[in-house]
């Protein structure tokens, strides 16, 4: 069976869904995620910031905003009276959650379920839509079998277990229609798999029923060399490895969410991105195969603190360093790139939520430098330190302030990090000097 995940856009209009509709009807059974519908995560995210500051107004004239706009949809969607009646009583008791929000005390799980709404109306809509289109399918309550750990890992074999369950109970359906993003949390409430997490469901859903292959259908046909946001003229990619495409979603390559590729690597499940609105567009495809050597895409990840450490008597002391990185376990706090000299390292994080208590833990033993706003640029590509044009990167270093490079930590891999604010001019030189798409 394969798992066919489609992203807000995809299921942001009437004619997007008509789309999906005509790309799943194939007559083999599959599983199917969906996101919201686009623009609602992020409309949530408003409601939920503006009840947390006590602005009850206007996260009231955002949920009837979003429940009219909800409203037209169905209606153009559902030309069924029955189904149509239906769905818009799901909707308003969805909104009327929503509305129930604004009055109770604020907390994380008022957010994550102020959240999950969006997933919650677009798979009843969506599924309204095959019903009525006389389609097979049984809508599958993602709160039913998705599920996260303590530290945020979907909890594999429960995983496995529940969705086996209810598969096995929806037996005769032959398309299943399911929430992307949302899931349970250890303690069995409502949370998340982080924004984006859609792609991440499809993906562990894969892994949990070994599936033939996970789809991934977007807005876009496929896998940039570059991100199509801010440099003119990428190119899609049409094959990638495991290796490679995990890097590049892991570093910023927003069209897959970053843990994307994790679950299906072990079983080497393909997976493939595809353009819901050009559906004959080859996509890119993405396995356990190596296809040629050198450069092949790069990708920017924001919002990067990098944090220096100085200390007089740094690599004669043994042990310094793995006291600092004992501090980063203390604090949970992963790192991304790390560079070292006599007297000092530099290492970067991209979670600064215990950024002052490492900072104070680090100051027992040395001197600290804090660069906030800081874009790591990652280069990837198989055996990418070995290719002879990859010396066309430190042509770059007469144009763009850079505050660390990182070359030979794996042979896929060259970062580069610099100010968020050079960040689209160094993505389009990179562009310019290593693909010679664009001339500046
Ligand atoms: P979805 O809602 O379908 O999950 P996303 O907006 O999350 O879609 O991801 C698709 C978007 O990712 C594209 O429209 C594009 O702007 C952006 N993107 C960023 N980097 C890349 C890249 N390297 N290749 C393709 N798309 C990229
Ligand atoms: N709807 C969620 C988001 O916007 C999850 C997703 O689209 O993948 O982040
Ligand atoms: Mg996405």
């Not at 509305?99 to 907390?107: G, L």
């Not at 990428?234 to 927003?254: H, Q, R, V």
């Amino acid at each position: 069976m394969k798992v066919l995940k489609f992203g807000g856009t995809s299921v942001g209009s009437v004619e997007n869904m008509t789309n999906v509709k005509n790309i799943i009807n194939d007559g083999n059974k599959k599983i199917v995620v969906l996101s919201a519908m686009s623009g609602t995560t992020n409309s949530l995210v408003d409601i939920a910031n503006n009840i947390k500051v006590s602005n009850t107004d206007k996260a009231l004239q955002d949920i009837n905003a979003l429940h009219e706009k909800y409203i037209l949809v169905i209606d153009a969607l559902l030309s069924d009276a029955t189904l149509n009646g239906l769905t818009k009583t799901y909707v308003a008791e969805r909104f009327n959650f929503l509305i129930e929000c604004t009055y109770k005390s604020f907390s994380q799980l008022i957010e994550n379920e102020i959240l999950a709404q969006g997933e919650l109306m677009s798979t009843f809509m969506f599924n309204s839509f095959l019903q009525q289109e006389g389609i097979n399918s049984c809508l599958l309550s993602a709160l039913d079998f998705m599920k996260i750990d303590a530290h945020k890992e979907p909890s594999f074999n429960y995983i496995q277990n529940n969705l086996q369950t209810v598969l096995s109970e929806a037996d005769t359906a032959e398309i299943y229609i399911t929430q992307g993003f949302i899931c349970l949390d250890d303690t069995g409430e409502v949370s998340n798999l982080q924004r984006g997490g859609s792609d991440y469901t499809a993906t562990i859903i894969g892994a949990a029923i070994k599936a033939e292959e996970v789809q991934i259908w977007t807005d876009i046909d496929g896998m940039h060399n570059n991100d199509p946001r801010f440099v003119e003229g990428t190119k899609p990619i049409s094959d990638l490895s495991f290796d490679e495409a995990a890097e590049l979603a892991y570093f910023g390559a927003k069209i897959l969410h970053p843990q994307t590729i994790l679950p299906v690597r072990k079983d080497g499940i393909p997976v493939r991105l595809k353009n819901t609105m050009d559906p004959i567009a080859k996509g890119t495809s993405i396995t356990g195969n190596h296809v040629e050597t050198g450069i092949k895409a790069i990708a920017a990840k924001d919002n990067i603190t990098a944090i220096k450490i100085k200390s007089g008597r740094m690599l004669q002391a043994h042990g310094f360093l793995k006291k600092v990185f004992e501090i980063f376990e203390t604090y949970e706090t992963s790192i991304d790139m790390i560079t070292t000299s006599e007297v000092a390292v530099s290492l970067t994080i991209d979670d600064d939520r215990n950024l002052e208590q490492i900072v104070s833990e680090l100051e027992k033993f040395s001197n600290i430098e804090i660069d906030t706003n800081q874009s790591i640029i990652c280069l990837v590509g198989h055996a990418i330190v070995d290719h002879e044009g990859t010396h066309k990167l430190f042509k770059i270093l007469k144009d763009v302030n850079i505050r660390m490079i990182s070359y030979g930590g794996s042979r896929n891999n060259i970062s580069l990090l610099v100010d968020t604010e050079n960040k689209i001019k160094t993505l389009q030189k990179l562009n310019g000097y290593l693909f010679e798409l664009v001339t500046l």
